[in-house]
């Protein structure tokens, strides 16, 4: 039988976190995989729910979050409608929200522990990426760390130092929804937080920190980030590989809203790729 459950937990600066699991219950203790998303994303992004049925019919417990500072509210969840929280966000907000979620499961609060083998493997999607392999070091005992289509560091948002300059002059820099075309400000706060907290947010060196394996999945044809991003990332762990999939873009296929029940072919690629990696870790230990 599926089970599904919704809850909201305290998150950081006084926001909450709001979350999803599903597991089925005939299938016995199951490792607890939690899905991080990225910029401008949330959990119930297009076919996200899709993905995470795909690995609960697997045997594999699916958690999702809304980090506390994703723009996205308890009361509104499919799509960004709090622009002061997008402002206001920050990368150590959103490490120490993973990390919170990952803390309220080994407590008991989530997944219940009848259906929980004590396993909990972390998935990061495009900047979601270098935020779990820094929950990963932080936390020190996950099993398993997967990045799809995952940037190689946060600081790829500030590589141009004309543009680093106008963010700093200016306060904030204005992001756009491609999809509904609003425009959201980020704070120059969120390159400061940064510089404050780069030994825990550096992927180089937080990849070299981790004590479990990564698998880094990417498309060929990402429109958004380069697939060399994943390879980079593999360098820098002490157990990486990189699966390409042909032709996949940044979201496999996906967009927001998805109103289908299938689920796109390279998002299913994306789902059998990463089961596979999964259960083939569980085999090794």
Same mark, same amino acid.
């Given at each position: 039988m599926m089970m599904e459950e919704s809850k909201v937990i305290e998150g950081s600066a006084g926001r909450d976190i709001t979350l %999803?699991?599903?597991?089925?219950?005939?299938?016995?203790?199951?490792?607890?995989? @939690?899905?991080?998303?990225?910029?401008?994303?949330?959990?119930?992004?297009?076919i996200w729910n899709l993905l995470a049925d795909a690995f609960a019919r697997k045997g594999l417990a699916y958690l999702k979050l809304n980090y506390s500072? +994703?723009?996205?509210?308890?009361?509104?969840?499919?799509? &960004?409608?709090? $622009?002061?929280?997008?402002a206001e +966000?920050?990368?150590?907000?959103? &490490? $120490?929200? @993973?990390?919170? @979620? @990952?803390?309220?499961?080994?407590?008991? +609060?989530?997944?219940?522990?009848?259906?929980?083998?004590?396993?909990?493997? &972390?998935?990061?999607? #495009?900047?979601?990426?270098?935020?779990?392999? $820094?929950?990963?070091? $932080? &936390?020190? %005992?996950?099993?398993?760390?997967?990045?799809?289509?995952?940037?190689?560091?946060?600081?790829?948002?500030?590589? %141009?130092?004309?543009?680093?300059?106008q963010w700093k002059e200016d306060g904030y820099f204005m992001v756009r929804n491609s999809r509904t075309g609003e425009e959201y400000p980020i704070r120059y706060s969120l390159y400061e937080d940064y510089l404050l907290h780069e030994s825990r947010l550096d992927t180089e060196q937080t990849a070299a920190e981790m004590n479990c394996p990564c698998l880094c999945v990417h498309g060929s044809g990402d429109e958004a980030v380069p697939a060399s991003s994943s390879q980079k990332i593999v360098e820098w762990c002490k157990d990486g590989e990189v699966a390409l999939i042909e032709g996949a873009g940044h979201t496999y296929g996906g967009r927001h809203p998805w109103t #289908?029940?299938?689920?796109p072919a390279h998002a299913a690629q994306l789902a059998e790729l990463s089961i596979d990696w999964i259960e083939r870790q569980q085999l090794d230990k």
């Open positions: %999803d699991f599903r597991y089925d219950t005939a299938l016995g203790k199951q490792p607890c995989i @939690v899905f991080c998303h990225g910029i401008k994303g949330f959990k119930d992004w297009g500072h +994703n723009g996205t509210r308890p009361d509104h969840m499919t799509d &960004l409608v709090d $622009a002061d929280a997008f +966000n920050r990368h150590s907000y959103e &490490l $120490a929200d @993973v990390c919170r @979620v @990952v803390d309220a499961q080994r407590a008991g +609060n989530l997944i219940p522990h009848d259906h929980w083998s004590g396993e909990i493997y &972390l998935i990061g999607h #495009s900047r979601g990426g270098p935020i779990v392999i $820094a929950a990963a070091a $932080a &936390l020190g %005992d996950v099993d398993g760390v997967l990045c799809w289509a995952s940037v190689d560091k946060l600081s790829y948002a500030w590589r %141009d130092p004309d543009k680093l300059k #289908s029940t299938d689920i």
